[in-house]
T-cell receptor, first 113, second 110 residues
Framework: GAVVSQHPSWVICKSGTSVKIECRSL??????MFWYRQFPKQSLMLMAT?????????EQGVEKDKFLINHASLTLSTLTVTSAHPEDSSFYIC?????????FGPGTRLTVT | GQNIDQPTEMTATEGAIVQINCTYQ??????LFWYQQHAGEAPTFLSY????GLEEKGRFSSFLSRSKGYSYLLLKELQMKDSASYLC???????????FGKGTKLSVKP
C-alpha cells in the first residue's frame, strides 16, 4: 500500500501566529512531496515541491518566507504557515510521490481567526 | 502555458453511465490521472493513462488520446456515493508535479 498521513486534521489559530503541518509517508519512502492548497469550490493549487535534503521549489506567487517547508527525512515533510492571516484559511493537502503516482494525505483544514 | 479543461458540473441518474471529458495543453506530458474528491476530503486515485487507449478498472474506465490532448473518465452503474468532484490531472510539470484541472462536480440523482 501507500499511505500518507497529515497532522493535524484541522487547526484554528489566531492571526499572527504560526502553524506547523506534518506530512508523513507511512509505508514507503518519498524523495519528493508536494504541498497543495485548495480554497472552497476550487481545484488544488500546487504551492511547492519538497525534495528530501534540499530546498523546496515554490510556485510563482507563493511566498517562501511565509510558507516554510522542511523535508528532513524520506518520510516526513513539514509546512509551517508563519504569521498567519485570515486569508491563509484553506485546506492544505500534501502528497508523496511513489514512482509516477502521487498519494495524497487526508488534508489539514486551517482556520485563522 | 498549462491548461486543463473539464466541465464544471454534471448530473446523472443512479444506475446510468456518465462520461467526464478532459482536454489538456501542457508543456510536458508523462501521464494523465483521474482523482475522485468528496467534499472536505483529499483526492483519491482512480486511474492513470500514459499510453493511448482505454484502461478499465471495475466500474471506472479512462481513455487517453495524446495526439488530441484528450481524455475521458467513464463511470458505469452509477451509485449515489459516486457524487463527488472528479479531477483530471496531467503529470508533466517541470518538477514532475501534477497539474490539476478545476474538477467536475458530479451529482447522481435517484
Amino acid at each position: 500500500g501507500a499511505v500518507v498521513s497529515q497532522h493535524p486534521s484541522w487547526v484554528i489559530c489566531k492571526s499572527g501566529t504560526s502553524v506547523k503541518i506534518e506530512c508523513r509517508s507511512l509505508d514507503f519512502q518519498a524523495t519528493t512531496m508536494f504541498w497543495y492548497r485548495q480554497f472552497p469550490k476550487q481545484s488544488l493549487m500546487l504551492m511547492a515541491t519538497s525534495n528530501e535534503g534540499s530546498k523546496a521549489t515554490y510556485e510563482q506567487g507563493v511566498e517562501k518566507d511565509k510558507f516554510l517547508i522542511n523535508h528532513a527525512s524520506l518520510t516526513l515533510s513539514t509546512l509551517t504557515v508563519t504569521s498567519a492571516h485570515p486569508e491563509d484559511s484553506s485546506f492544505y493537502i500534501c502528497s508523496a510521490a511513489k514512482r509516477l503516482e502521487q498519494y495524497f494525505g487526508p488534508g489539514t483544514r486551517l482556520t485563522v481567526t | 502555458g498549462q491548461n486543463i479543461d473539464q466541465p464544471t458540473e454534471m448530473t446523472a441518474t443512479e444506475g446510468a453511465i456518465v462520461q467526464i471529458n478532459c482536454t489538456y495543453q501542457t508543456s510536458g506530458f508523462n501521464g494523465l490521472f483521474w482523482y475522485q474528491q468528496h467534499a472536505g476530503e483529499a483526492p483519491t486515485f482512480l486511474s492513470y493513462n500514459v499510453l493511448d487507449g482505454l484502461e478499465e478498472k471495475g466500474r471506472f474506465s479512462s481513455f487517453l488520446s495524446r495526439s488530441k490532448g484528450y481524455s475521458y473518465l467513464l463511470l458505469k452503474e452509477l451509485q449515489m456515493k459516486d457524487s463527488a468532484s472528479y479531477l483530471c490531472a496531467v503529470y508533466g510539470g517541470s518538477q514532475g508535479n501534477l497539474i490539476f484541472g478545476k474538477g467536475t462536480k458530479l451529482s447522481v440523482k435517484p
